[in-house]
């Protein structure tokens, strides 16, 4: 089995009084709550890692980065590094967000020497991939996603290739109250797996694939029960602990 995973992505939010509430109630929330086939990962602002980290009490809770530097150390002003995160705690560490490429322009090939780093660094790189509204309606889906995982696939080892988990977010769908379809979802994580066969025929069923955009209570048990979803990537509404706690604990 895979296994599953529940990424919350807290994005620029959060502060010292927010974050102590947040994780106080999250840590009563999953209190006897048992199911040792998933994982939940929050994901703060890099700078609050520490307090975060210091205030996990639950074992099923553990740590990520929201991006990393693709250098390990040097005159690089603002980065930080796969290692510093996981001095922090970090686990995991999400890299070639939506909001990374777009807003910060890093290519395919930034984004596949990212997750090289974080690999190197010990931790576990959560690989968002997707496309845009326009490449959605000129049927481009398939070949821009298959465009993004042959540049991580071309960077790592066989070994490599499985420490990773793909993150499929259509930019479509991230915050703007959208979300893909079930079969939709379903369809595409399909083809996820069968790009990753072709370029790694014995690791398809082996990498974790996760769903995020838009993801909320309502939609989260559907997209969970798909047969290629391995796991959830949720945006805003791991802000809101109750609801995060919801889909965090859904059978």
């Given amino acids: 089995m895979r296994g599953e995973l529940i990424i919350g992505n807290w994005k620029l939010n959060g502060n010292l009084e927010f974050n102590e509430l947040f994780m106080m109630n999250l840590n009563r929330g999953l209190k006897g709550w048992t199911n040792d086939n998933r994982k939940i990962v929050i994901c703060p602002p890099a700078i609050y890692l520490h307090q975060c980290n210091s205030l996990l009490t ?5 740590l990520g980065g929201q991006d ?5 150390s040097g005159a690089y002003t603002g980065e930080i590094s796969g290692q510093m995160l996981k001095d922090f705690g970090c686990r995991y560490v999400l890299v070639g967000h939506s909001e ?6 890093e290519s ?21 991939i997707g496309e845009t509204q326009a490449q959605q309606s000129e049927g481009q889906t398939v070949e821009v996603l298959k465009e993004q995982l042959s540049d991580i696939f071309q960077v790592l080892s066989h070994e490599d290739c499985l420490k990773i988990v793909i993150a499929y977010e259509p930019i479509w769908a991230i915050g703007t109250g959208i979300t893909a379809t079930p079969e939709q979802v379903q369809s595409t994580h399909a083809k996820i797996r069968e790009e990753i066969s072709i370029l790694h025929p014995t690791l398809s069923m082996q990498v974790k694939i996760l769903y995020g955009g838009s993801v909320r209570v309502s939609n989260a048990r559907e997209l969970i029960s798909l047969a290629d979803v391995d796991g959830l990537l949720v945006g805003g509404t791991s802000l809101v602990v109750e609801d995060f706690l919801q889909i965090c604990q859904i059978s």
Avoid: M, W, Y
């Fill in 58 to 62: 639950d074992a099923h809770i553990l």
């Fill in 68 to 72: 990393l530097s693709t250098e390990v």
């Fill in 100 to 105: 990374r490429r777009l807003h910060h322009f």
């Fill in 108 to 128: 395919n090939q930034v984004v596949a020497q990212k997750t090289l780093a974080a690999i190197q660094a010990g931790l576990t790189p959560v690989v968002c």
